[in-house]
């Protein structure tokens, strides 16, 4: 596996820091608190953790309004912490990974603020600022994510200015060579400091249409989505120059060697992959959300999964995963039974994956009612990502051993039962399930860096084989709650079961024709 780099291997484990651990009682997440918690990272077998924005920022996005890019927000911690996170994170072995919010700064950044002053002032074209149409209306029909339009009228200086997300994150102007260079100056601070690379915000949000024109009509649109999906954003997102910024962060990382580029990116497969540069000096790994954004079932993750496997360039790296900060947590959406099968899927399917804070134990979105949603998106149009940003579940303890203050969102009423101490004493737990995976995942060179042959995929049945070097790795997956039998040709049935979702299937041997139980998830090493 050396020939592979770090990154490659690498299981990502990503931190909401308001929500992981809490140093000091304000209820609110900290650098301490993750510092504290390094040997759990190391325990559960992870390899790099990637930390949601920390910088200072008026939590107008709780973080992803950022206010200035090379600091620490008070709520967190300070540069020293920071630093000796990565210190110490380093002396386990573990990657730090930041997340770099470049396509909109928030509208308290002396950027903005300087721009605002007036139409002449040097920071002006820092921004996309525009003239009304002849009627006073917003310059075209662009829709912001989080509900209404996406410009927001400056009286002062007489103009709109946009913003993809809130009024408060007004965009970054992508076209303007000295915002390139400010920005890619923040990421070499941070590589200078010892980061070991970035998750890039809405990467494929970067550069708008040169002629502003208007975005077209979604005709698949059905009431009861967000208003934002009432048109497709043909016009204001995934444009083609932005791929010669991706190219340019690359080139920037690159200097510093051993480095990984994330990218976010919500797009169709045959998209997507464009992210990774056509000479493969794109990002190192633009998110793949397949089985995040498909319906839970056999046939469409099997398609998913070929689909992305042709469609990947020569040498480009595959990626998976299963959940984060804005969406609902794979354990609601597909159940705690199948929860256990989707971790299985993550962490044998080629490629790296990423895990959600939390997954590890099977938590569950937590109700939150209306007048105590946070997320600026759950108050602007209902649909609140709070449920899955709640605090992590330490213990049994008062607040499960998050905080001794109050929390900042409510913890969900199963933490006596769902947290890392209990699962740690059961065996039969999600947690000692991810342990068992990730330490098999270790030890398996086939189940990192072995070739996908998918072997079936009917209505409720998923298998493949992961070889490598001879060895050779069979997983069959049932996303059903019936028992099935799965036939195959003995050569690539005939092994032992070494990791189950249901621990008592684990030591059987199996034969040609094997039996699933429900919600059963095998991982066979073959004979
Ligand atoms: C994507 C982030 O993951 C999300 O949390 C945020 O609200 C938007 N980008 C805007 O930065």
Redesign the pocket.
């Known amino acids: 596996m050396s020939e592979h780099a770090w990154w490659q291997r690498a299981v990502v484990y990503q931190i909401y820091p308001r929500s992981f651990a809490d140093s000091n009682g304000d209820g609110v997440g900290d650098l301490r608190g993750i510092i504290q918690r390094l040997d759990y990272l190391v325990d559960l077998g992870v390899d790099a953790l990637w930390i949601?924005p920390i910088y200072p920022s008026p939590m107008a996005?709780?973080g992803?309004?950022v206010a200035n890019y090379t600091d620490i927000h008070p709520l967190f911690g300070d540069m020293d912490d920071l630093r000796e996170l990565v210190q110490r994170a380093h002396a386990r072995g573990l990657k730090v990974i930041l997340d770099f919010?470049p396509?909109?700064t928030s509208s308290e950044h002396p950027w903005f603020l300087e721009a605002k002053r007036s139409r002449t002032s040097d920071a002006r074209s820092f921004y996309l600022w525009h003239d009304p149409k002849s009627d006073g209306g917003p310059p075209n029909n662009w829709l912001s994510?989080f509900g209404g339009s996406a410009w927001t009228w400056d009286e002062a200086s007489g103009q709109y200015y946009y913003h993809a997300?809130l009024a408060e994150?007004p965009d970054l102007n992508w076209r303007e060579p000295a915002v390139r260079r400010a920005m890619y100056d923040v990421l070499r601070f941070w590589l200078e400091l010892g980061i070991d690379g970035f998750r890039v915000?809405?990467l494929w949000h970067l550069i708008k249409d040169a002629e502003w024109r208007d975005n077209p009509p979604n005709p698949d649109y059905r009431p009861g989505q967000a208003p934002y999906s009432s048109l497709l954003p043909a016009y204001s997102t995934d444009q083609p120059e932005v791929l010669d910024i991706v190219r340019e962060m690359r080139g920037v990382l690159d200097e510093y060697g051993d480095r990984v580029l994330i990218g976010?990116v919500y797009l169709p497969v045959s998209r997507l992959v464009s992210y990774y540069g056509d000479k493969g000096d794109g990002a190192h790994l633009p998110f793949n959300f397949q089985l995040v954004v498909l319906p839970w079932r056999g046939p469409l993750i099997s398609a998913a999964i070929t689909e992305y496997e042709a469609a990947l360039p020569p040498g480009a790296w595959p990626n998976w995963v299963l959940g984060?900060?804005?969406q609902p947590r794979i354990a609601s959406r597909v159940g705690p039974k199948q929860a256990r099968v989707a971790a299985v899927l993550l962490l044998t399917l080629r490629g790296t994956p990423t895990l959600y804070y939390g997954d590890e134990l099977g938590l569950c979105d937590v109700a939150i009612p209306s007048e105590r949603f946070q997320d600026p998106?759950g108050k602007n149009i209902g649909i609140s990502?709070d449920p899955a940003r709640t605090p992590m579940q330490w213990s049994a303890e008062p607040n499960a051993g998050f905080t001794t203050g109050v929390p900042w969102l409510p913890l969900s009423d199963d933490y006596e039962r769902l947290n890392v101490e209990a699962e740690s004493r059961d065996a039969d737990s999600m947690l000692a399930l991810y342990r068992r995976l990730i330490a098999l995942r270790r030890k398996e060179p086939a189940l990192v860096v072995g070739g996908y042959r998918p072997l079936v995929a009917d209505a409720d049945v998923v298998a493949y084989v992961r070889e490598h070097a001879g060895r050779r790795w069979l997983v069959a997956l049932n996303l059903s709650s019936a028992e099935r039998r799965l036939s195959l040709d003995a050569s690539d049935a005939r092994g032992e079961i070494i990791v189950a979702t249901n621990r008592e299937r684990e030591s059987e041997h199996v034969g040609g024709d094997i039996r699933l139980g429900a919600d059963d998830g095998l991982v066979v090493r073959l004979e």
Do not use: G, I, P
């Open positions: 949601s996005d709780f992803y309004d919010v396509n909109h994510v997300f994150q915000d809405v976010e984060n900060h804005d998106q990502r």
